[in-house]
């Protein structure tokens, strides 16, 4: 899903990484103002993939 920009933070939820706004702790701030939950087990894996995805935007 990676190519298409999306990723997915926890086992109910699949984002699209161009409209996250930030992360604190494990919750995930959407552009439209929802929030997500960010699981203790992908967190890493999740953050890693938000910065290289945003890297390459540049």
Excluded: C, W
Aim: hydrophobic content about 40%.
């Amino acid at each position: 899903m990676i190519p298409y920009g999306f990723a997915s933070p926890h086992k109910s939820f699949v984002v699209n990484l161009y409209h996250v706004k930030a992360i604190r702790g494990y919750d995930i701030f959407m552009m439209n103002g929802d929030l997500i939950p960010l699981s203790q087990k992908r967190s890493t894996e999740f953050r890693g993939l938000l910065g290289k995805y945003q890297a390459d935007r540049l």
